[in-house]
């Protein structure tokens, strides 16, 4: 069992950047996949981008290929979320969440473990 915490979240205009983490217990983490979703106020909770534990895939969504970047450090039990180029569309929660799969990551009820999210505004 790991559990998770996010942080890293904040305001930003946009075209900034804002890198969010991941902090994991657990002796186990280097065998957990690790994906980042988020939830727009009034809306679900979706896809951003995963790293496979097996050999650092890396997936994102379509609307942040090229501007978000997922990395993990297994040393520190952390995964980060370099986001860059933010555009106001990004503005959510951010939760990271883990699964020992290594397929379908972008399904959200495929995840056993969640963070309590970090909040990203980005203004106009």
């Known amino acids: 069992q790991i559990q998770l915490a996010e942080s890293g979240g904040g305001s930003v205009q946009a075209g900034g950047s804002l890198r969010v983490s991941c902090a994991a217990s657990?002796?186990?983490?280097?065998?957990?996949?690790i994906a980042w979703f988020r939830q727009p106020p009034g809306e679900e909770r979706w896809f951003v981008a995963a790293?496979?534990?097996?050999?650092?895939?890396?997936y994102y969504t379509s609307s942040v290929k090229g501007r978000f970047t997922i990395s993990r450090d297994n040393a520190k039990n952390t995964v980060y979320l370099q986001m860059d180029s933010l555009k106001p569309e990004d503005t959510a929660v951010y939760y990271c969440?883990?699964?020992?799969?290594?397929?379908?990551?972008?399904?959200?009820?495929?995840?056993?473990?969640w963070g309590q999210g970090t909040q990203v505004t980005v203004s106009s």
């Open positions: 969440a883990a699964t020992p799969r290594t397929t379908n990551l972008s399904g959200v009820y495929g995840y056993d473990y």
């Open positions: 657990g002796r186990t983490f280097s065998r957990y996949s």
């Open positions: 790293i496979k534990w097996t050999d650092g895939t890396t």
